[in-house]
């Protein structure tokens, strides 16, 4: 029971610790565009909460489309390169070192990116889910890549 922390609620915790190269970046996530580098935290928390280092892999075109996620708590950390959001009605750009709090419900749509565009993304519970939306505005087109 070393490694285990029990909180106040009286659930169990893993201790975890993921160093660069544990885990890789893969396909297989949430978007195709995308991949994903899992940093161990559903594990440890039983599911509660996710942490992720998410990387564009392809340039955008369609983009994700306008949705919203079923989630307690969700924020993006850009690490590197940018990415331009529409946050209901208004278009956002989130540049290396911005976080977002995207709060419960909120309907968005990510439709640009940088090619070295590189994000912590951390929500509650792990396995958030996602329902597509009609879009209240219409989105600009993306930056083509060189």
């Known amino acids: ?3 285990m922390i029990r909180t106040e609620t009286g659930s169990d915790n893993k201790f975890s610790h993921v160093k660069e190269g544990d885990t890789e970046f893969i ?4 978007r ?3 991949t994903y580098r899992d ?3 559903a594990a440890a928390t039983n599911g509660k909460v996710i942490a992720q280092l998410v990387r564009a892999k392809e340039a955008p075109e369609a983009g994700t489309g306008w949705h919203r996620h079923v989630a307690d708590f ?3 950390l850009m690490l590197k390169g940018w990415a331009r959001f529409m946050y209901e ?8 070192g911005d976080c977002v709090h995207q709060r419960p419900g909120i309907v968005h749509f990510l439709f640009d990116y940088s090619e070295d565009m590189e994000y912590l993304e951390i929500a509650g519970p792990a396995d958030f889910s996602t329902i597509p939306m009609p879009g ?6 993306p930056t083509p890549w060189k």
């Open 1 to 3: 029971m070393d490694d």
């Open 27 to 30: 396909s297989g996530g949430l």
């Open 32 to 34: 195709d565009f995308f």
């Open 39 to 41: 940093l161990g935290i």
């Open 74 to 76: 969700h924020i993006v």
């Open 89 to 96: 009605d208004k278009p956002t750009l989130v540049k290396a």
């Open 136 to 141: 209240p505005a219409p989105v600009p087109p």
